[in-house]
């Protein structure tokens, strides 16, 4: 297992389509995390799941965000009719244990809508 | 008011130097704390976990303050290689500051 990966790494896409993001995590965590990063700001915390149940999404995540996570495996985040304002870095992050913090985080989707 | 701040920096140190960042955060029922470096385009790393009675991995050191509500990290002996932007998290939500930028120069 070589961690948590993302696909794709880049997206542009021009205002109003809607797109998706794949995360796989290291295989035994059972948490999964997304965050939106911009340029000179900390991540942004938009959702959380515990296997395949989404236990908490940031007040931040428009209706125009969706994230699942079917099997308890992977995760997809879509964002549908997509605005200039979501483009940012896309975070994964996986855990098995809540409080030793977020070791493992993916490389990130760099999202440029035009 | 954000749940948690830091000085953005950046923070401009010679080779050698001790620096220390601090990070204060709203939520008192906050109970873990993180380091983490970042940089540039790249995703964050866990750096050390906050404990309450401090803790020490090298030249790094971090320590809550729980009365005024602020962690902090020193890093003793800099190096170029130290150069990134320290992040803190708290865990409530894993709200993440907007992190430090350390610039270490020869």
């Known amino acids: 297992d070589t961690g948590v990966s993302q696909n794709p790494r880049h997206k542009i896409t021009k205002r109003g389509q809607n797109v998706t993001f794949r995360c796989d995590p290291i295989?035994?965590?059972?948490?999964l995390y997304w965050y939106r990063q911009t340029l000179g700001q900390g991540p942004e915390f938009l959702t959380y799941?515990?296997?395949?149940?989404?236990?908490?999404k940031s007040r931040l995540l428009s209706d125009r965000f969706s994230a699942e996570r079917p099997k308890g495996s992977f995760s997809t985040l879509e964002i549908q009719r997509t605005e200039q304002g979501d483009s940012a870095m896309y975070l994964c992050?996986?855990?098995?244990?809540?409080?030793?913090?977020?070791?493992?985080f993916g490389p990130g989707t760099r999202l440029t809508v035009l | 008011r954000k749940e948690v701040e830091q000085d953005p920096g950046p923070f401009n140190v010679p080779e050698g130097a001790t620096v220390a960042f601090n990070c204060t955060y709203s939520?008192?029922?906050?109970?873990?704390f993180f380091w983490y470096r970042q940089d540039c385009r790249k995703e964050p790393k866990l750096l050390m976990s906050?404990?309450?009675s401090g803790n020490e991995d090298g030249r790094f050191t971090a320590q809550l303050n729980r009365a005024s509500q602020y962690i902090s990290l020193l890093i003793r002996d800099s190096k170029l290689s130290d150069s990134a932007t320290y992040l803190c998290?708290?865990?409530?939500?894993?709200?993440f500051g907007s992190g430090t930028k350390l610039n270490v120069k020869p």
């Open positions: 992050a996986s855990s098995f244990f809540r409080d030793r913090g977020l070791e493992f």
């Open positions: 906050v404990y309450s």
């Open positions: 998290v708290v865990n409530i939500e894993w709200s």
């Open positions: 799941f515990q296997n395949e149940a989404q236990l908490e």
């Open positions: 295989s035994e965590h059972n948490r």
């Open positions: 939520n008192s029922a906050s109970q873990s």
